[in-house]
Nanobody
Framework: QVQLVESGGGLVQAGGSLRLSCAVS????????MGWFRQAPGNEREFVAG???????YYTDSVKVRFSISRDNAKNTVTLQMNSLKPEETAVYYC?????????????????WGRGTQVTVSS
């Protein structure tokens, strides 16, 4: 069984930065594609960034340049560096994993989810 635990959320002013981390327990971490989604109140959970097994990165258009996803296969962790944050990016951020190749943007394609970490960006 794979378990994901997010950390690093909090309150930040607009324009500030946060670094989210996701610790992954279980075997064969390197065989999973990893992703970050977010969900604001009243909104659907949306794709933010993803990282394939081979290291290719994918971002939703609104966060390109400002966000960066990375993984450390030796430590079983995935990190999302978020810069120049905006108030509209206030949401619960979820770490997710899927077996196999590819980095889909649909939440239904992912196999495992963390409980999420709250990110609040004040104006």
């Amino acid at each position: 069984q794979v378990q994901l635990v997010e950390s690093g959320g909090g309150l930040v002013q607009a324009g500030g930065s946060l670094r989210l981390s996701c610790a992954v327990s279980g075997r064969a971490f390197s065989s999973y594609a990893m992703g970050w989604f977010r969900q604001a109140p009243g909104n659907e959970r949306e794709f933010v960034a993803g990282l394939s097994r081979g290291g290719a990165t994918y971002y939703t258009d609104s966060v390109k340049v400002r966000f960066s996803i990375s993984r450390d296969n030796a430590k079983n962790t995935v990190t999302l560096q978020m810069n120049s944050l905006k108030p509209e990016e206030t949401a619960v951020y979820y770490c997710t994993a899927r077996q196999g190749y590819g980095v889909p943007t649909s939440r239904s394609e992912y196999d495992y989810w963390g409980r999420g970490t709250q990110v609040t960006v004040s104006s």
